[in-house]
C-alpha cells in the first residue's frame, strides 16, 4: 500500500467509526459515555489529585460533566476525537481515555487519560492506555501515537515509559491552567515500538 493509500484508509476507518468502539480489557471495558455517568465524571474531574497536572481547572458542578458528555459524543460524531469512559467490572465509570488531534496524512494521534484516585496503582490506567493503543495501531493503521505531560506529572510519565513512549522533548511555557502556565514534555510511541514489545 502506497503512502497515500495508508493515510486514505485510516481518513475511512475514522469515519466508518459511525459508533464508539467497544474495548474490551481483562478488568474494564472502554465504552462510550452514558447520561448516567454524568456523577462519577464529575466525581472524577472534580478530584483535586486528578486535576493537579490536568490543562483545564477542576469542575465545580455536575452541569460541566454533562457538557462534557456532549463535548465528547460530539467529537466522536465529528470523528475529531475519542474520549472513552474507563468504565469497572460494574459498569460504573472510573476513568477517562482520550485519542484526539488525529492526522491521517501523518498517521498520528495524540493520548490523554485520567483515573480515580480510589483505582491508582493497579494497572487499570495501563489496561485502558494499551486497549486504546491496540486499537489505534491495529485498528486504525496509525503510524505514531503523541503524548504530552506537565513535567512534574512523575506517574503520568511512568505510564507512559512503562508502555513505551520515549520522550523526545520539552516545550517552554505551552500550557496555561489559569494563570498558571507550564512546559510540556513531549512523548511518542511508534505502532513498530509496540507490536515489538507485545
Ligand atoms: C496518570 C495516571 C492515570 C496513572 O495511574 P496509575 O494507577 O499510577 O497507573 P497504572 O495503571 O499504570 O498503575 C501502575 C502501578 O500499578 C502497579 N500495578 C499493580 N498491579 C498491576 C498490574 N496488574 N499491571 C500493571 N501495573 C500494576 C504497578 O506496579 C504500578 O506502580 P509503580 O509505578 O509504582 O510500579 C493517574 O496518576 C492519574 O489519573 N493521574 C491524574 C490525571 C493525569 O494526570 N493524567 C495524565 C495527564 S497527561
Redesign the pocket.
Known sequence: MSLSEKSAAIAAALQAQSEFPLLRGERIALRGPRDEDADALFALFSEP???????RPAMRGRDEARALIDNIREGQQQRTMFNWVIADAADVAV?SCTLFQFDAVHRRAEL??????S???????????SLTLDWAFDGLGLHRVD????PD?D??R??LH?LGFVTEGRQRESFFVGDRVTDSELLGLLAADWRARR
Open positions: 489529585q486528578v486535576m493537579r497536572y490536568w490543562s476513568g490523554g487519560y485520567a483515573l480515580h484516585p483505582q491508582w496503582g493497579r494497572g487499570i490506567a495501563r489496561e485502558a492506555a503524548a504530552g505531560i506537565d506529572n506517574a503520568s511512568a505510564l512503562r
